[in-house]
C-alpha cells in the first residue's frame, strides 16, 4: 500500500485507517465514491476488505492479475479481493493456522462472485498435480450446480443465492488443494411454492424446462413451457433477459459429471425437480364433508411415476379442508426441494472428500458467503435469521478484531488502551438464551399444546422480555415509535439499527416441518428421496425441532468453526438498486455502511493508533529522510527507527514504539512523512540519475578508450609490419639492382635477371611515354644496349604502323599531291635553292583554266587529254627575248602555244632531258634531240611555279631522272649544230638578260634560307 500512498490525493485513501476525520460516515462514502468513480472498488479498513460492486466487468481478474498479487505482502499492493485470498493463503502456509475469509453485504452486493473470484485465484496460483486438478475442477464445477439449485431471480439479484454457504477448502503440506467441504444454511423454501412478482423459482426449474432433451421431458412429463407450472408463474417472469436457461443447463449438466453424479442420479435428481413442478399443478375441489378431493389425476400419475417408478403409490387418507390440503401440498413441496438440496450439498461433499489418509492434517481455509443484515418494509422471520446471524458475526469480528488488537499491543509490550465499542453480545443473548431468549420463547409457543398463534407468541415475548433494553413491542412502545410500528411487530435494536419484525406467519415457518408426514416419502423408490426422508425420523419419538432451534444450532456450530480460525473480511456493498455501473446512490450506500457496521470496524481499528509497520518495513521505506539512516543503518532497527523519527520531529504522543513495530497514531503524521518522502524522492531521483549517468558514461568512455588502445595498437603494429616489409623489399630490390648493374653486360642469368626485366621494363615504359606524335617526329628515346635492336625494330614497327595509319586516313586528291611531292622532294631536294619554298605551297592541278587557253589550241589537241597548263616566259634562241607563251602538258606531249598558235610541239618520246640551274630562278630548258628537224633547237622557258611545273613534265614524259640541275651555267642547242649558254649567277633580284658575251645571263635573287 505504501507504494500507491503517493496517488492518494487523486483516489481518496486505499485505507479508511488512514482517513483524517474517521469518525465521519460523509468522508467514509466520499471516500468510497472518488475510488468507485476511478474504477477502484476495493479499499481496506486495516486488513478488512470493502468491495463495492461494480455491476461492469474491470480487467481485473487476469491472470496476470493473480500473479502479481501471488506472494507479495498485503500493503505492498493496491486493495483487491487476490490480496485478501494471498494473504489468508500465505498465512495458513506460514503459521500453519486455518483461515477463513468472512464475505457479507447484502443481496447484490457481490458477495457469491467474491466467493467465485477467491476459489479461481486458489485454483490458478496454487501448486497443482493431476489429482489436485480433479478436486481444483469439482470445486469449481460445484458452484454452477449450487447456484442452479440454490439461486433464483430476485428483484435485488438476477443471480441471489437464496441459501447460506460455508465452504471449506483444505491444502496439504505442499500447499495444494485437496478436497473441500460445504455446509449451507437456511434454503429460502419458501420460494419453492410462491415468489414475489418480478422474481423467480430456483433456477433449475427453468433450465430443466428450457434446456432438458424432448425425451427428457417425456419422461418426466414435462411440457416445454414454464407457464403451465403453477410454481413457476407467480413471480409472473419466467423469462429474463440476462439469463440464459438453455446454456446454462448446459453448463450444469457437465458440472454434475465433474462432480461425479452417475446418469441414475441425475435422473432422479430431476425426477424429483419435476414433481415438485408437478406437485404444484395439483387442484383441490371442495366435498361436501368440507374435506377436499385431488381433481388432477394426470399430476398424480406423473408425480406417482416420478417418484414411485412403476409401483403402485401406497395411499394415505388425511381428511384436511381446501386450505389445508394447499398448505400441506406447499410443505410438502418445500420439505422436497429442501432436503433433496441439503442431499445435493452432501452429495457434493463427497465427490469433494480428500479420500487420502495422508492428507489428514490439512490446512483449511473457509469461505463464508452469506446474506448480510436486511432491512425490508416487512421483515419476516427469515430476515430475523439473517439478522441474527450477522449479529453473531458482528459479536465474532469485534471480538477478534480487539483481541488481536489487544494480542499485538501485548506482543509488542505497549500499553492497551481500552477501546469503546458496542458490545452486541447483549442482543446475542436475547435472541438466544436457553428459556428466556427469543428463540425459545418461540420453540415453547410452537411446541406447546392449545391454540398457539403468532399473536399469542408476541405476548409471550412481550411477558419474558418485555423490559428488555433492545426490545419492544407495539404495546410496550413509546407514543413515538408506536407510530411506525405495526401492532403484529416487535423491534429488535440491532448493533446495526432497528429493524421491526413481523410474527405473522412466524409459527407456521418454524413448525412446517412438524405437518408433513415424512412416511409417503420414506417408501418412494426414488434414491434420493428415501435418503432424504429417513425411516429412522418416524420412528424416532423425541419433540422434532424446530427451524429457528436448527438454524440457532448450525449457527453455533459455524461459529465454533470460525472461531478455530483466523478471520479475513470482505464487507461488499451495492452502489444502486437498479445494477447499473457507474451509479453511486449515496442514500443506499449510506444504509448499507450502516449496516455493515463499517463505521464501527473503523472505530475499533482506529482506536488505538492509525498506522503500524515492523521496523524494518519502516525504516527501508523511509530511511533517506534522515542523514543518519541514510543510505543505511548498520545499528538496531529500533535505534534506527527512534533517529529516524526524532529527526521527522514526531511528537512522543504521536507514536510508540513496540518490540519490533511502530505504532504511529494519526495519519496525518503518516502523510506528512510521506510528502516528506516524496519531495526527497526528486532529488534522490535526480542523484540516482547523475550518478548514473556519470557511471554509465565513465563506463562507457572506458570501454572505448580501451577499445581504441587496441585498436590503436593493432594498427600500428599492422603498420609498423607493412613498413618494415616495404623497407626489406626496398632493400632487397636496391641489392638485386646493384648486382644486376654489376652483372649486366654478362648474358642473363639469375643475378642480372632483375636489372635487365627493369631496365627493359623502364626503357619500354619510357617509349610508352614519349612516342612520336606524328609520322614527322623522327624523336627516339635511346635504348640500352641490350634493347637496341629491339628498339629499332619497334622503331620501325611503330613508323610503319603510323604512317600506315596515316595513309589509310589520307584521300586519293592528297595522296596524288603527295606522290606529286615526293617527285618534287626527289628530284629537287637540296639541288634548287627555290624548292624549300615550293615545300609548304600545294601543287595545283592547272594553273590555267578552259577559258584561258585558246579554244583552237584545244581543237588542235584533239582527243589528247590536258593534263597541265601554265603560263610561262619563252626566250628566243637568238635575241634571248623574252616572250609570253602557254606551256600545256598532255599525255603525249608538252605544246608551246602563243594564243591561238601552236608554236612547238614536244612529244615525250623526243625529250632528252630537261636542265636546271641550282638557284632560285624559274628558268629551265627542255632538250630535243638535235637530229630532228622538225624542231628549231632546245626550248628556254621560264616559269613562275617551276618547282611545280617541272615536276608535272617529269611525270607527265616519265622523265623524272632526266632532270639536269646544273651549277653555274646550262648550255642549249639552237638548232642548225649551234649552241648557247645560259649562265646563272646569285644576285640581290631575279634578273634575265642576255649578256655581253652573247650568253643568256640569268641573275636569281638569294633566298634567307641559304
Ligand atoms: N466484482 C464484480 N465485478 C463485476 N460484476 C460484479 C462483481 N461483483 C458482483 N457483480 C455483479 O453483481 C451481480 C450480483 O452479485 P452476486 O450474485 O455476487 O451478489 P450476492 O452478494 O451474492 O447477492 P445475493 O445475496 O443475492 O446472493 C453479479 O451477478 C454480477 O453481475
Ligand atoms: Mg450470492
Not at 493431476?130 to 440454490?150: I, Y
Amino acid at each position: 500500500m505504501e507504494s500507491a500512498l503517493t496517488a492518494r490525493d487523486r483516489v481518496g485513501v486505499q485505507d479508511f485507517v488512514l482517513l483524517e476525520n474517521h469518525t465521519s460516515e460523509a468522508a467514509f462514502i466520499e471516500n468510497l465514491r472518488k475510488r468507485f468513480k476511478e474504477n477502484l472498488i476495493y479499499t481496506y479498513i486495516g486488513s478488512v476488505l470493502v468491495s463495492v460492486n461494480p455491476y461492469k466487468d474491470l480487467e481485473i481478474y487476469t491472470k496476470n492479475h493473480m500473479e502479481r498479487y501471488r506472494g507479495v505482502n498485503f500493503y505492498e499492493v493496491s486493495p483487491h479481493v487476490y490480496a485478501v485470498s494471498d494473504n489468508s493463503y500465505r498465512s495458513m502456509r506460514t503459521e500453519r493456522k486455518d483461515q477463513c475469509i468472512l464475505i457479507s453485504g447484502e443481496s447484490g452486493a457481490g458477495k457469491t462472485e467474491a466467493s467465485k473470484k477467491i476459489l479461481q485465484y486458489y485454483a490458478v496460483t496454487c501448486p497443482a498435480s493431476d489429482q489436485v486438478e480433479t478436486v481444483k475442477d469439482r470445486l469449481l464445477q460445484s458452484n454452477p450446480v449450487l447456484e442452479a439449485f440454490g439461486n433464483a431471480k430476485t428483484l435485488r439479484n438476477d443471480n441471489s443465492s437464496r441459501f447460506g454457504k460455508y465452504m471449506d477448502i483444505q491444502f496439504d503440506f505442499k500447499g495444494a488443494p485437496v478436497g473441500g467441504h460445504i455446509l449451507n444454511y437456511l434454503l429460502e423454501k419458501s420460494r419453492v411454492v410462491h415468489q414475489n412478482h418480478g422474481e423467480r423459482n430456483f433456477h433449475i426449474f427453468y433450465q430443466l424446462i428450457e434446456g432438458g432433451e424432448e425425451d427428457l421431458l417425456r419422461r418426466l412429463g414435462l411440457e416445454r413451457n414454464p407457464q403451465q407450472y403453477q410454481y413457476l408463474v407467480k413471480g409472473n417472469c419466467p423469462k429474463v433477459s440476462s439469463i440464459n436457461d438453455r446454456s446454462d443447463w448446459k453448463v450444469v449438466r457437465k458440472a454434475l459429471s465433474v462432480i461425479g453424479f452417475s446418469e441414475d442420479e441425475v435422473e432422479e435428481l430431476l425426477n424429483i425437480i419435476a414433481s415438485v413442478l408437478h406437485l404444484g399443478n395439483i387442484q383441490y375441489g371442495g366435498e361436501d364433508s368440507g374435506n377436499a378431493y385431488i381433481t388432477t389425476d394426470t399430476q398424480i400419475k406423473y408425480l406417482a411415476r416420478c417418484t414411485h417408478g412403476n409401483t403402485t403409490p401406497t395411499t394415505l387418507s388425511h381428511p384436511l379442508n381446501l386450505e389445508q390440503a394447499s398448505s400441506a401440498r406447499d410443505a410438502l413441496s418445500k420439505a422436497v426441494y429442501g432436503r433433496t438440496f441439503t442431499w445435493l450439498v452432501n452429495k457434493i461433499n463427497v465427490s469433494l472428500a480428500y479420500k487420502d489418509e495422508t492428507y489428514k492434517n490439512a490446512s483449511v481455509i473457509g469461505l463464508l458467503d452469506i446474506y448480510g443484515f436486511e432491512v425490508f418494509q416487512h421483515n419476516s422471520f427469515e430476515q430475523f435469521c439473517i439478522n441474527y446471524c450477522n449479529e453473531k458475526l458482528q459479536q465474532l469480528f469485534i471480538e477478534l478484531t480487539l483481541k488481536s488488537e489487544q494480542d499485538e499491543y501485548e506482543a509488542e509490550g505497549i500499553t492497551w488502551e481500552p477501546v469503546q465499542y458496542f458490545n452486541n453480545k447483549i442482543i446475542c443473548d436475547l435472541v438466544e438464551e436457553k428459556f428466556k431468549g427469543i428463540i425459545s420463547i418461540l420453540d415453547e409457543e410452537c411446541l406447546r399444546p392449545g391454540d398457539a398463534s403468532d399473536i399469542t407468541f408476541l405476548e409471550k415475548l412481550e411477558n419474558t422480555v418485555g423490559g428488555h433494553a433492545h426490545l419492544t413491542t407495539h404495546k410496550l412502545a413509546d407514543g413515538k415509535t408506536r407510530k411506525v410500528m405495526g401492532r403484529e411487530e416487535f423491534r429488535l435494536l440491532h448493533y446495526a439499527g432497528e429493524v421491526n419484525y413481523n410474527v405473522n406467519g412466524v409459527l407456521s415457518c418454524t413448525h412446517s416441518l412438524c405437518v408433513v408426514h415424512p412416511q409417503v416419502m420414506c417408501m418412494s423408490d426414488n434414491k434420493i428421496l428415501t435418503q432424504c426422508f429417513d425411516r429412522a425420523e418416524l420412528k424416532d419419538s423425541k419433540r422434532p425441532e424446530t427451524a429457528a432451534t436448527q438454524f440457532k444450532t448450525s449457527l453455533a456450530k459455524l461459529m465454533e468453526i470460525l472461531m478455530s480460525k483466523e478471520p479475513s473480511y470482505v464487507r461488499c456493498i451495492k452502489p444502486n438498486d437498479a445494477k447499473q455501473a457507474g451509479r453511486f446512490d449515496d442514500v443506499l450506500i449510506r444504509h448499507q455502511v450502516k449496516y455493515l457496521g463499517l463505521m464501527e470496524n473503523l472505530r475499533v481499528r482506529r482506536a488505538g493508533f492509525a498506522y503500524r509497520r515492523h521496523y524494518e518495513t519502516f525504516l527501508q521505506r523511509y530511511k533517506s529522510l534522515c542523514p543518519e539512516t541514510w543510505p543505511s543503518w548498520q545499528g538496531k532497527l529500533a535505534d534506527g527507527v527512534s533517529t529516524l523519527v526524532k529527526h521527522l520531529g514526531y511528537k512522543p504522543e504521536e507514536y510508540k514504539l513496540g518490540r519490533s513495530k511502530i505504532f504511529i497514531r494519526f495519519p496525518k503524521t503518516l502523510f506528512a512523512t510521506e510528502d516528506a518522502l516524496e519531495t526527497r524522492k526528486h532529488s534522490l531521483a535526480s542523484k540516482l540519475q547523475s550518478s548514473w549517468k556519470g557511471y554509465s558514461q565513465k563506463t562507457k568512455y572506458r570501454k572505448l578508450r580501451s577499445s581504441a588502445v587496441v585498436v590503436q595498437a593493432w594498427w600500428r603494429g599492422i603498420l609498423a609490419c607493412r613498413r618494415a616489409q616495404r623497407k626489406r623489399q626496398a632493400a632487397n630490390t636496391i641489392r638485386r639492382f646493384i648486382k644486376g648493374f654489376i652483372y649486366r653486360h654478362n648474358e642473363r642469368c639469375p643475378e642480372n635477371e632483375y636489372f635487365l626485366d627493369y631496365v627493359r621494363y623502364s626503357f619500354l615504359m619510357k617509349l610508352r611515354r614519349n612516342l612520336p606524335k606524328s609520322v614527322l617526329d623522327k624523336s627516339w628515346p635511346t635504348a640500352p644496349t641490350a634493347l637496341i635492336e629491339a628498339s629499332e625494330q619497334l622503331r620501325k614497327l611503330y613508323m610503319q604502323n603510323m604512317v600506315w595509319g596515316y595513309c589509310k586516313r589520307i584521300n586519293p586528291e592528297w595522296k596524288h599531291q603527295l606522290e606529286q611531292k615526293m617527285v618534287a622532294s626527289e628530284i629537287f631536294k637540296n639541288k634548287k635553292d627555290n624548292y624549300p619554298q615550293s615545300v609548304p605551297k600545294l601543287f595545283m592541278g592547272t594553273r590555267l583554266n578552259g577559258e584561258e587557253i585558246n579554244p583552237k589550241v584545244l581543237q588542235s589537241l584533239g582527243s589528247e587529254t590536258m593534263k597541265y597548263a601554265v603560263p610561262v616566259t619563252k626566250y628566243d634562241r637568238k635575241g634571248y627575248k623574252a616572250r609570253p607563251r602557254q606551256l600545256l602538258l598532255t599525255s603525249n606531249c608538252a605544246v608551246i602555244v602563243e594564243e591561238a598558235k601552236l608554236k612547238q610541239r614536244i612529244d615525250y618520246a623526243a625529250l632528252k632531258g630537261i636542265s636546271v640551274s641550282s638557284l632560285s630562278d624559274g628558268v629551265f630548258v627542255l632538250h630535243v634531240p638535235t637530229e630532228d628537224k622538225k624542231q628549231k633547237g632546245d626550248v628556254v622557258l621560264q616559269s613562275d611555279h617551276i618547282i611545280e611545273t617541272l615536276t608535272k613534265v617529269a611525270i607527265c614524259a616519265d622523265k623524272v631522272n632526266s632532270i639536269n640541275i646544273n651549277q653555274g651555267s646550262i648550255t642549249f642547242t639552237m638548232g642548225q649544230g649551234k649552241e648557247g649558254i645560259i649562265d646563272f649567277t646569285s644576285g640581290s633580284e631575279l634578273l634575265v638578260a642576255k649578256a655581253k658575251n652573247g650568253h643568256l645571263s640569268v641573275t636569281a635573287p638569294r633566298l634567307n634560307s641559304r
